[in-house]
């Protein structure tokens, strides 16, 4: 593996790990905007821009874009968070200059009213999409009160309310101030050739004037507080708990990590034989996840509403003996197992390396092969750990739960 | 591209394969076995669930948790499931393990321990799956639709039915385990990083001792109806519609794979085009070849809000019909391309090629090369994949739909 990287005058950076062994590349653009960078207003604006740009520029129409893509049988897509918007695909090595140029020119988008108002339509879709998903719903409620007033609570889809009111005019005013060049990389893994990209890059983006982009950064440990919503049609109880952890940037966050694998990982952690194992729940999760200055720890459980009580005492219970009592050698070393197992099968394709890298530079401004991973999830301590849960009580949480009426 | 295929029979008939990737340090194996939710005794729906559950709480020497922390002590990345024909159990996991994982999987196969006070989780955990399902409409229209489209009992749910599951007795499972549970039926593969004579020897050391007699085959009933429809007050109306069409078998696969493509192989392919871009109906909408050994259909999936439900519907069923009209050559040719891209992608990750190999023998009875299925890409033409249209058009549409709103189907 080789790694190279490059900035343009304008701020845009290009990075890039060669692994002439794959058959494959893939290549993204990163654009450090998301829910938490949007005026309340406009909410929704960054993940409706991220649908806008595949409606084609000056030159290109919604048709051709697509038409252009799938004929290269590139396998492409974006997705938005509160965080940021990656566009990204992965081709055959012979077909990497024409999709590198074909992203270059889309991250210039034409923003056409017409379309706008088309794809309106198809936003709102999404919006219904995703209450029919009460496991999605439900986090994205709880994330709202756990986050009350800090940006990172903003809802990444929006309201329907919110994206009926939106306005083109808005949408290009937020594009010019966030899609800036020094608020973007583009990345490469894969087999490809360094200079034929990076001269690419420079010479689609070079002119793309830098703006002065800011991000308001505070941690958050979040607030508390417990709320629950009839659905009618719904026959489970849906239940999201959301506490606070450490950033994107911590050194603690491989510790982080370890902790999530061991707390709820699907099988083999404390919620699986505590509560799955014994059928009390279907499903159990907790995950770490770090953000932009702040963090959090997400869990969600799904149950009969007869089960709802036992198993949120359960829950409650590992909190409060992890908190007073820890992790155990034993759990750390299976925990370390299955991260890294998962993390070499991930980075042995170009798709999973390309996230790996374009997150690591967009968090914390720096490469790091596989092996310095490796390295920091191995040298975790029991110890590490156990101190992280003082610092950061698990019990300490904002609930919302879904689930069909409740007699009485 | 260079094959690097591996295969050998033992002598109780349980088919080994193996395909060896240069390029990875990581190996993925998969065990089929010939219990899948279609050949589970009549009133058993849903017994696979509960199986692939039960034979994980214990075996050999090992209880629940200690084989569970076994398991987990490999960092092992577990997969498998049910599907119509099959269990499927196996994982991917660091290539140094491989040999350990194998030896933990025999004894889950065939050593389970099958206690019975751990049959009563096994089983409701395979009930809270089912109820589940109920607040994921989309998952479950899918689900119904195969039922409602495939022969009884192709088409019977993989997850199960609660009645069924309730009076599922840990005696009966056993039975069926002892029936099902058949080497001279299994299929055992592995992708990756690995030494397939030490393989070969391990699992025919394992395995090579225990015989099984023919399974039965099947005796199919018919399909459901055509249409039906689930009340459900949500959000959207989840349409899913299902037509038949050729085996993989058949010398028209590539023609049907092509034509689905020009339907729904991109985002610049007919059904997100017309039902997207053009008139902002659905966010998710698309259609995909799905095949059994005996059957095979193309499935259509759309999820929209109630208003728009019809306007949906009666689009993708005029780009289905549309389709006999007449394809372009650009269109052909996008087709191609991402039909062997997706196939030389999926050939970098080791569990796909551990799935797609076994999946070829049990469909084909041999594995395609993948030059192979790139030259029999390349083959089809505009005048071949019409005349197949043509002959085989997709109508006869079966259609469920879940939500607040019925569909008419015409």
Redesign the interface.
Known sequence: MEFKSHKLTNGLTVIGEVNKNAKSTAVGFFVKTGSRDEDLKINGVSHFLEHMVFKGTERLSPFAVNEAFDKTGAQYNAFTSEEGTVFYAAVLPEYLAEITRLWIEMMRPALRTEDFNIEKQVIKEEIAMYKDQPSFDVMDRCRAIYFAGHPCGHSVLGSEESIDAMTAEQMRGYFSQRYAPNNMVAVFAGNFEWEQIRDMVEAGCGDWKNQDVKRTITDTRGARGKQRLDKANLTREHICLMSPAVSAQSDKRFAAALLSMIVGDDVGSRFFWELVDKAIVETASFDFAPMDGTGAYCTYVRCSGENTAKAMKIVASIFVDLTKTGVTEDELTKAKNKVLSAFVIKNEIPMGRLVDLGFNWTYLGQYRPVEDDVKAVKAVTVAEINALLKEYPLGEFAQFSLGPAQNG | MKENLDKHKLSNGMMLLGERM?????VAFSFILPAGASVMPAGCCGAANVISDWIF?GAGERD??QL??A????????SGGVDSAHISVGA???ASNLSSAIDLYGDIILRAKLEDEQF???R??AI??V??L?????HKVMLKLREQFYPEPLGRSTAGEIADLEALTPETTKKIIAERFNPAKTIFSVAGKYDFDAVVRQVEKIFGAKSGSRPRSLKMGAAGGRYKHIP?????V?IGLMTPTVLLKDKNYYNARIAVAVLS?????RL??EV?????????VGAQYHAMKEAAGITCYA???PDKAQQTFDVIVAEFNRLADGISE?EL??AK??????L??Q?????SRAGSIAGDYYMLGRVRALDKIKAEIDKTSVDSVLTFLRENGFKDFTVVTIGPKEVKVG
């Open positions: 240069e390029a990875v340090e990581s709480r629940n948790r569970g922390d398991l987990d002590g490999l960092g092992l990345q577990r991917a996991l660091e009563a989780p096994a409701q955990l809270e799956g109820k589940g109920d607040d994921d409409p989309r459900n007050d949500g959000a959207q989840h192989g991109g985002m610049g392919a997100f085009t997207r871009e053009k008139r902002g109906l659905c966010y998710a999820g929209t809000m650009e040719q996008r391309v991402g039909l062997k891209s997706s030389i992608m050939s970098e990750s080791s569990s």
